[in-house]
DNA sequence: TAGCTGACTTTCTTCAAGAAAGCTAGACCC
DNA sequence: GGGTCTAGCTTTCTTGAAGAAAGTCAGCTA
């Protein structure tokens, strides 16, 4: 559990998983968001990596030195612990504004569960594939979670 | 999700409480354990009870400066937090030892669970109550879990 | 009354976070 | 084809928190 904590306990590598589950695995779109000092943002990036939760991968156009961080399967598999702490605060701590609410959403049902790792409506098990979150601060609607490499299909193969 | 952060994101914040779930509360008790430096764990401690996790109890002989740490209702439910955090620890990082794995029973049925919330043998839901941690590196057998003000129930008075 | 113990508090040093600027390589513009 | 733009970092500097070690205090113990 400690050596866990190491990857997952600090506060900003959570708050950049989260980001990735949203779909928002750009450095600048990530900085923008979290209002991270880029140096701080660099280095958690690099630990992610390095532990093997996200994958470095170009994106849009051709080979310039863009590129968007995407989960693995063993950072997909982190979503019960996002989701325990969403539900945890959500239940728990006041909201500082009726937008601040944040919900996960099972798609195969529809149902808002109270699990972090299974369905309470249906009981299906969760995963980053048929679950949605909805932050009211970032979109109207519930946003499907990113998977393990979206588009191409790499996942564990790294 | 970044409030919750704010006080469950703390490396050191989660290690406290799960000494405190494993019956741990006492100060020196968890230094010891968490080899954390003095200050840094009466900080941490303030924080806890501050966010309304953790209260302080007097324990053994009479009005002694002697406290302990106990959990409050809020503090109880964050153990789904914890347990996502073993069980993706368990399943993504390789143990340095033997000795070194974690397990999280439900002791309703005796099965060992694989979900964070809920007991994947009969499906009842986890709570501090009904559920045990098995860690080598401290006992031979499983630990039934602290759960609110351990004798006395305080719980969600405070 | 002279320790001893548990639970801190203080002090000091070191390391990481935060802010701000700089760097680089390809894209775009005319 | 030279200038500008932009994404994604890297560097530098300052400030704040972590870590180590010693000090404090109240009550028990002998």
Request: charged fraction near 20%; include cysteine; hydrophobic fraction near 40%.
């Amino acid at each position: 559990m400690a050596r866990g904590l190491d990857i997952l306990g600090d506060p900003w590598s959570m708050l950049v998983l989260r980001e990735v589950f949203f779909g928002n695995g750009r450095f600048e779109a990530m900085r923008d968001r979290l209002g991270v000092a880029d140096s701080v943002l660099a280095g958690r990036l690099a630990a992610l990596v390095g532990s093997g939760l996200l994958t470095r991968q170009p994106y849009g156009d051709s080979g310039r030195s863009r590129q968007e961080y995407v989960l693995t399967a063993k950072g997909e598999d982190a979503l019960p612990v996002l989701n325990a702490v969403v539900l945890w605060s959500e239940k728990h701590l006041p909201a500082p504004s009726e937008q601040a609410h944040m919900f996960v959403l099972h798609r195969g049902c529809g149902a808002r569960t109270s699990s972090a790792d299974s369905c309470t409506g249906c009981g299906e098990r969760l995963t980053a594939e048929n679950t949605s979150w909805h932050s009211l601060t970032r979109t109207a609607d519930p946003v499907p979670l990113a998977t393990a490499c979206p588009g191409k299909q790499i996942g564990t193969a790294a």
